[in-house]
């Protein structure tokens, strides 16, 4: 059974940096066809904000392109997104997501605010 928990989120000025961490059990990280962070807004919809491939391919959303950074440490099985210059509309809960064969496995949750 796979299970993904997210850590790291919090309140941070406009300007500032967090380490959002996502620890896999269940499976290894490096097992996944993908796996990403997504977010959700209020009153929006979910988004892909980063995503990595089995293969260590990533792509970002443009909104956080040259900011945030997506990656892995199969010893640790856990996958961060590093995420720096943060601005207001960063704000949201922050998901992660690990896919194989077509199915998505996600992670509870965790609150990103960034005040200004």
């Known amino acids: 059974q796979v299970q993904l928990v997210e850590s790291g989120g919090g309140l941070v000025q406009v300007g500032g940096s967090l380490r959002l961490s996502c620890a896999a059990s269940?499976?290894?990280?490096?097992?996944?066809?993908?796996m990403g962070w997504y977010r959700q807004a209020p009153g929006k919809q979910r988004e892909l904000v980063a995503i990595?491939?089995?293969?260590?391919?990533?792509n970002y959303a443009d909104s956080v392109k040259g900011r945030f950074t997506i990656s892995r440490d199969n010893a640790k099985n856990t996958v961060y997104l590093q995420m720096n210059s943060l601005k207001p509309e960063d704000t949201a809960v922050y998901y992660c997501?690990?896919?194989?064969?077509?199915?998505?496995?996600w992670g509870q949750g965790t609150q990103v605010t960034v005040s200004s």
């Open positions: 997501n690990a896919e194989r064969f077509r199915l998505n496995y």
């Open positions: 269940g499976s290894a990280v490096s097992s996944f066809d993908n």
């Open positions: 990595m491939s089995r293969g260590g391919t990533t």
